[in-house]
């Protein structure tokens, strides 16, 4: 079974822009969380998602949002970038809501100049 | 609000020595309590897990109990190995957070030969 999927690996953004990241999640988990993970700040919750709609949030201003799609792929989005968000955003899929066990993708590493 | 505590790090090794990371962690009833491994160029992965008070959750020779009394959720292994060297991470899920896991900053494990 394939892993989650995150798109773009990688991603070079100037401050002021906006970015899309995309997370597929394991095939049949309908549920997917957001983290940012920055050296300073650690691993933070963004958001998460189950049957298309959000069921949580974390503590980010409202230039970060997000959605999930009918056949469960979610995607985020950042406006108007900063450098401090320059971070590698993890996407984790499972199979129901409060699932146990959690799957990682490997990251969109963000860079923002 | 919930938040977990990580002893600090790097922690450096040598091969076939005992380890031990301490995780402590503030929350409110019963969380959830992890432990994730993040590899070079990768996402984590989860490595144990345990659900209620004084449960032990175990794999690959890794072990840590789950200390209601203590708020503790150490992890042990009796002997590393080289490719035992990745970052870990100790993680609680609160009993109303969804999926929503909360970090603790993570602790660099470098074992040599």
């Known amino acids: 079974k394939a892993g989650v999927t995150q798109t773009p690996r990688y991603l070079i953004k100037t401050r002021g822009q906006q970015v899309t990241l995309s997370c597929s999640p394991i095939?049949?988990?309908?549920?997917v969380s957001w983290y940012q993970q920055t050296p300073g700040q650690g691993l933070q919750f963004l958001f998460e998602y189950f049957s298309e709609t959000q069921r949580n949030k974390g503590n980010f201003p409202g230039r970060f949002s997000g959605r999930q799609f009918s056949n469960s792929r979610s995607e985020m989005n950042v406006s108007t970038l900063e450098l401090g968000d320059s971070a590698l955003y993890l996407c984790?899929?499972?199979?129901?809501?409060?699932?146990?066990?959690?799957?990682f993708g490997p990251g969109t590493r963000l860079t923002v100049t | 609000g919930n938040s977990v505590t990580q002893m600090e790090g790097p922690v450096t090794l040598s091969e076939e020595a005992f380890l031990t990371i301490n995780c402590t962690y503030t929350a409110t009833g019963y969380p959830s309590l992890f432990w994730y491994v993040q590899y070079p160029g990768e996402g984590l992965q989860l490595l144990l897990k345990?659900?209620?008070?004084?449960d032990k959750g175990s794999n690959k020779g890794f072990e840590a109990t789950y200390r209601k009394e203590t708020t503790s959720f150490h992890l042990e292994k009796g002997s590393v190995q080289v490719s035992d060297s990745a970052v870990y991470f100790c993680?609680?899920?609160?009993?109303?957070?969804?999926?929503?896991?909360?970090f603790g900053e993570g602790t660099q494990l470098t074992v040599n030969p």
């Open positions: 984790a899929s499972s199979p129901i809501f409060r699932s146990y066990e959690q799957y």
């Open positions: 993680a609680l899920r609160g009993e109303t957070s969804g999926s929503r896991l909360t």
């Open positions: 095939s049949g988990h309908r549920s």
């Open positions: 345990a659900t209620k008070a004084d």
